[in-house]
């Protein structure tokens, strides 16, 4: 497999190169791309240094897939250009997450949707990747109602430059800052830009992209989405309303047994998640667990992931896998002779 990697070299791309690393896929030749100011540049990937070359560059040498992590105008212009050359692109931006015919896909969820004829998949928002990867086994047993859900966000969600941010302000130096606020000691509930609604960008994402994944257009999800000085991964307080009754330990033993899902659950042993702890690694994390005594059928929880990992890379890396393992990748080599 020829792959390329566009915008290799921010934070979400340096991801996606360290869970390559970690994947059983067979790479025979990577492809990293990022901005021109970049190429030319060196990547180490599998003990060997790659080029960073522009992405015209490597659309010119038609990989067989790509994974976009460039920002939202990067992949409106050129992710369907290497669509057209019969490349499939997986991309990490909102640009395509929305758009009627574009699968929007968490793979423990909805891979099984995928076909040869998807050139243009879209990888979900972090903040819904972990919330629906916990509310969709528990809908197929009691039925989703209604879902609030409040996120604190990690600053690593902003990028390199937030990040930056912080840590000058805990050093005491100047940077520019990326925040309109102090980040450090402090949380600012704005994750994105403000709609007419009063609502943010990112909230709105919640509610749109969890609906699309589980295929429940009508489902009443609100969000609060809030940035906070953690870099380990984001977290969030959902209180969810379902259509039947539950039994906790029913709860409790489903997502233990859904792939991808750790349950941290153990109030003697003071047992629950933390970004701290699950910084670094693929899974979606739950706990506290209990029930709304303030509402019928009505359960809180915490769910905790890593935002870079399965809230961005990982999730892209494991649609990759999919595709190879069930030979819904078409290979661009059939078709173009390669110097």
């Known amino acids: 497999m020829r792959l390329a990697i566009v915008g ?48 015209q560059e490597v659309l010119d040498l038609r990989p067989d897939a790509a994974l976009f992590s460039a920002g939202g105008s990067a992949s409106l212009e050129w992710a369907p250009k290497f669509a057209e050359a019969g490349i499939t ?55 989703l109602k209604r879902v609030v859900v409040s996120t604190y966000q990690s600053i690593t969600g902003t990028g390199a430059k937030a990040v930056a ?44 992209e969890s609906r699309k994944i589980m295929n429940l257009p009508e489902l009443r999800v609100t969000a609060t989405a809030v940035r906070v000085p953690v870099v380990g991964g984001h977290s969030e307080s959902v209180n969810i309303e379902f259509e039947k009754d539950f039994d906790l330990a029913e709860v409790r033993s489903i997502l233990e047994h859904t792939p991808g899902v750790v349950v941290q659950d153990n109030i003697e042993k003071l047992e629950y998640p933390m970004p701290l702890n699950a910084h670094n690694k693929n899974e979606v994390f739950v706990g506290r667990i209990r029930r709304d005594f303030s509402n019928p059928n009505t359960m809180n929880l915490w769910i905790v992931a890593d935002n870079l990992r399965k809230g961005a890379a990982t999730n892209a890396v494991q649609i990759l896998e999919y595709l190879v393992k069930n030979k819904v990748l078409v290979s661009t080599m059939a078709n173009v002779a390669h110097s």
């Open 8 to 55: 290799a070299t921010g934070l979400v791309g340096r991801k996606m190169l360290d869970l390559l690393e970690e994947s059983s896929l067979e790479i025979d030749e990577l492809l990293p791309a990022a901005s021109e100011k970049s190429a030319g540049k060196k990547l180490f990937f599998k003990n060997k240094d790659w080029t960073v070359r522009t992405v």
């Open 89 to 143: 692109v997986i991309d990490n931006s909102s640009a395509w997450r929305m758009k009627n015919g574009i699968p929007l896909i968490v793979p423990e969820i909805n891979a099984n949707t995928l076909t040869a004829n998807d050139k243009i998949i879209a990888n979900p928002n972090c903040s819904t990747i972990q919330l629906v990867m916990v509310l969709n086994p528990l809908h197929q047993k009691y039925g």
């Open 165 to 208: 941010q912080m840590e000058a302000e805990r050093n005491g130096t100047e940077v520019d800052a990326i925040y309109p606020y102090q980040i450090d000691k402090n949380c600012i509930p704005q994750c994105d830009v403000f709609a007419e609604s009063g609502y943010t960008k990112e909230e709105w994402k919640v509610v749109y």
